[in-house]
């Protein structure tokens, strides 16, 4: 831009004759286009010019960054006051946008994170993919880094490059982003990428000897971006059992022993429970990343009284909570036990011997 855009000056009685003007180092420059510095060299080298009238009229100003010019304007008598003129360019500002991806799905990184700049176009972007969880997939793409950069997950690309890139998931993290805008760099942007495990709901259910009721009625999981791909199901020694109707069990023989099931979601439906008393089985779903909270789901006899509900396993002096499943009222009494049968005042327990709890 032309200095004279920068600064003016008039004189209430002669022509301005000279223009002095400061210009820090670093950040922009002047372009003379002709225009003669008329100051000593030591001068120059301060970045102190003055120009005739007609030559500041000749010069320009080059931006590269914030800094401050200086100006005065001598009328052929004097110098007037020096007049500070700040000339700015702000950083590039990036927004992100936090978002949940699915396994194996992918999202532009552009669409992760952008960034704006108030007076240059944003030349590179820079991302930071911690280890784990999704990765980035180029297209293409060029990382400008170093080796020992690229191991450490950094990438950097030109703008057009950036616009390339894409970012599978598969599980939460917290991507980094910074944008350039030719003269330094921006603040980072953290850009939160999610998944959440899968969530179980378990439906306690009476179950007469005999009788069969599906896996999937007594529970069931939801995952908010990707499909259920695995269940696991406990089945406590003693009491019912499951029938597995062609479904595979996957786990080992040493968590077959401890009465673990795993199935895909496919088998998963072909497994039904046959009551033969009471328990509680233990539910967990995959989402191909990872299990979600385990569910516990109380299986009792019909007429049998009130199922524990759930929670943590009973153990001896523990305040247990229980519930009535015959009744409307969810719990029904809290009970604090020392020992098997007796309560902390001595007492009997006031159950059968099938409900007593033991450490
Ligand atoms: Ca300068
Ligand atoms: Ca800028
Ligand atoms: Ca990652
Ligand atoms: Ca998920």
Excluded: C
């Excluded at 600064?7 to 209430?12: H, K, L, N, Q």
């Excluded at 939801?222 to 479904?247: I, K």
């Amino acid at each position: 831009m032309d200095l004279s855009d920068l600064y003016s000056a008039t004189d209430a009685e002669d022509t301005v004759q000279y223009y002095r003007v400061t210009n820090p180092a670093g950040a922009g420059s002047l372009v003379l286009n002709g225009a003669v510095n008329m100051l000593t060299a030591t001068q120059q080298a301060q970045g102190i010019y003055q120009f005739t009238a007609s030559d500041f009229a000749k010069v320009t100003y080059t931006g590269n960054g914030s800094e401050t010019l200086s100006f005065m304007a001598h009328d052929g008598l004097r110098w007037n006051a020096a007049t500070n003129v700040a000339v700015t360019n702000a950083a590039p500002v990036g927004v992100g946008t936090p978002t949940a991806v699915a396994k194996g799905a992918s999202v532009d990184l552009s669409d992760l994170y952008s960034a704006t700049d108030a007076e240059d176009t944003v030349q590179y972007y820079r991302v930071t993919n911690p280890a784990g969880a999704g990765s980035l997939v180029l297209n293409g793409a060029v990382n400008m880094l170093t080796a020992t950069q690229q191991a450490q997950g950094v990438f950097q690309f030109t703008a057009s490059d950036f616009a390339k890139v894409t970012y599978t998931g598969n599980g939460s993290e917290t991507l980094s982003f910074m944008a350039h805008d030719g003269l330094r760099w921006g603040a980072a942007t953290n850009v939160a990428v999610t998944n959440a495990a899968p969530a179980g709901v378990g439906i306690p259910t009476t179950l007469a000897k005999g009788a069969s009721v599906d896996l999937s009625d007594l529970y069931s999981a939801t995952d908010a971006e990707d499909t259920v791909q695995y269940y696991r199901v406990t089945n406590p020694a003693g009491a019912g059992a499951l029938v597995l109707n062609g479904a595979v069990n996957l786990t080992n023989a040493t968590l077959q022993a401890q009465g673990v099931f795993q199935f895909t979601a496919s088998d998963f439906a072909k497994v039904t429970y046959r009551g033969n008393g009471n328990e509680t089985l233990s539910f967990m779903a995959h989402d191909g990343i990872r299990w979600g909270a385990t569910t516990n789901v109380a299986i009792r006899l019909p007429g049998s009284g009130p199922v524990a509900a759930a929670g943590p396993a009973p153990v001896a002096n523990a305040a247990l909570l229980w519930s009535d499943p015959n009744a409307d009222q969810g719990l029904v009494a809290l009970m604090p036990l020392v020992g098997a049968g007796t309560l902390s005042d001595g007492t009997d327990l006031l159950l059968g011997t099938d409900q007593r709890l033991s450490a």
